[in-house]
């Protein structure tokens, strides 16, 4: 057993000797033309921490909902997606662990025994056993076992990667959705308020038709307005509950009995949200992080192909002991080193490489695709931020003066110094007016929640 240790230190050391010839190039991050800055105006945005909100972690809190906090916690604990996503990375450490033991020498041990009898002259039976011990060993010389290596530890912070971007499109998915719902109820109450407001009227109408002072005309038209304010209602009601049970979803819940609590958009605060630089977006984003990582194996699995071409060295030492049940023993010990090249192979080998080298180049150029679409994200999300605040601004105005039209509207009519037209025309405009700056409200949530996604959200590679 001395012996076949020795052997095989001796075979580790020339093999050491030998593996030290890596063949491929080091990963080199392909060239990306960054814009400088973002192209806006907006007050509330900032290429800087300035004062605007900083990222946290968890930066769905900025918005103040102590409600959406907890579904948040739920969905993170319970969404199937994600946890499919962390099941990727156990998947991606086990092909790492798998292909790290082909850098280690193999041993095998072996034992057998046999007993045979003789009955052609005098009975006769002999024993035999042995056991013995095989360590063979492939030496990296062209640095193609470090390669593989280095592309499973590649893929694993790809897979890692991939469970943070599908993180971050969980996260906005359940604050859209849960911003979509409320609103929703914004818009219901919106509704329901008008329609109690047009009943008052067609009774007023009705009461005046009875007494003669108005016409028949006057009251179909009425009623008319009556419906169709009622006939809105299902649909939002639907709609509420196609949120709700995607919401559910989310959460990894059955969506039946689920609803979110929240009746209202008031009181929600919209956070100012810091751009940083667009050349932040290469670290901070983890969908692109991912597609690096992507590209890092691709370049090493060009290298282990490279490696293929040149020839390969196995070392194996072995020793085998007979008798070790019987008695007497003999030991017998050997070391062998194989070098192998290949001489033909139809070219297999080198349309791996080609293979390699075309699946590298792929990803390269989806790479820089993914930074500008990116990029593109960013600066729609940053346009959209600054034209809802805008337009938020103009819609509520716009409904305060309808509900004012349709105050004195509703006055002179019951006085008799209005007609029944401008009535129903100012009452449409305040339904259509107050919906439109409900929407208009739900719109700035959305193209904040959209500015957070798209500039990673509250994730950043130094996190891991």
Known sequence: MKSLLKSATISLALASVLAGCAVGASYQRPDAAMPEKWDTTATTIRNDQGSAQTFAAEWWKQFGSAELNQLMEQSLAANHDLAAAASRIRQARASLGITSSTQWPSAELSVSGGKNRNNQSAIRTTESSQAGITVAYEADLWGGIAAGRKAAEARVDSSMYDRDAVALVLQSDVASNYFQALALKDRLAIARKNLEAARNVLSLVELRYEKGATTGLEVSQQRTSVLNIEAQIPQLEQNLRTVQTALAVLLGRPPQGFSVQGSTLAGMQIPAVAAY????????????????????????????????????????????????????????????????????????????VSLSQAQQEELVQQYQQGILTSLKE??????????????????????????????????????????????????????????????????????????YKALGGGWSSARG
């Open 277 to 352: 630089q667009p050349a932040s977006l290469l670290e901070r984003r983890p969908d692109i992080k991912r597609a690096e990582a992507q590209l890092v194996a691709a370049n090493a699995d060009v290298n282990a192909a490279r490696t293929a071409l040149y020839p390969s060295l196995r070392i194996s030492a072995s020793s085998i002991a007979g008798g070790v049940f019987t008695s007497g023993s003999s030991l017998a010990t050997s070391l062998a080193a194989s070098l192998a090249q290949t001489l033909f192979d139809g070219g297999r080998l080198r349309g791996q």
């Open 378 to 451: 960013v600066q729609d999300s940053l346009g959209a931020v600054a034209s809802a605040e805008s337009r938020q601004q103009l819609l509520t105005d716009a409904a305060r003066e309808a509900q004012e039209a349709f105050r004195i509207a509703n006055v002179r009519f019951q006085s008799g110094s209005q007609d029944m037209l401008t009535l129903l025309d100012s009452q449409r405009t305040q339904l259509s007016a107050e919906d439109a700056r409900v929407q208009a409200d739900l719109a700035r949530f959305t193209a904040t929640i959209d500015l």
